[in-house]
């Protein structure tokens, strides 16, 4: 079974890698970028094997560029 958990750490980066250290369970590390690294979160935690970030990242631009092309394949010249 798979479920999600959402963690509010705002202003607390430095306890985020603790936290999840704690925790008994498979974990994915989520954010949509662009990351404030330090302040939102610290680079061991955006770095780690735990996290998507850049893989959100690199989807968000494709998904945005696909479309930006259908609605514009749209407009009648």
């Known amino acids: 079974m798979y479920f999600s958990i959402i963690i509010p750490v705002f202003n607390r980066p430095d306890e985020i890698k603790e936290l ?43 998904i945005r560029m696909a479309v930006i092309y259908l609605l514009a394949s749209k407009i009648k010249q």
Do not use: F, Y
């Open 20 to 62: 999840l250290d704690s925790l008994d369970k498979e974990i994915i590390i989520m954010h949509p970028g662009p990351i404030n690294r330090g302040v939102e979160i610290t680079s061991d935690v955006a770095d780690s094997k735990q996290a998507i970030i850049l893989d959100q990242v690199q989807n968000g631009v494709a």
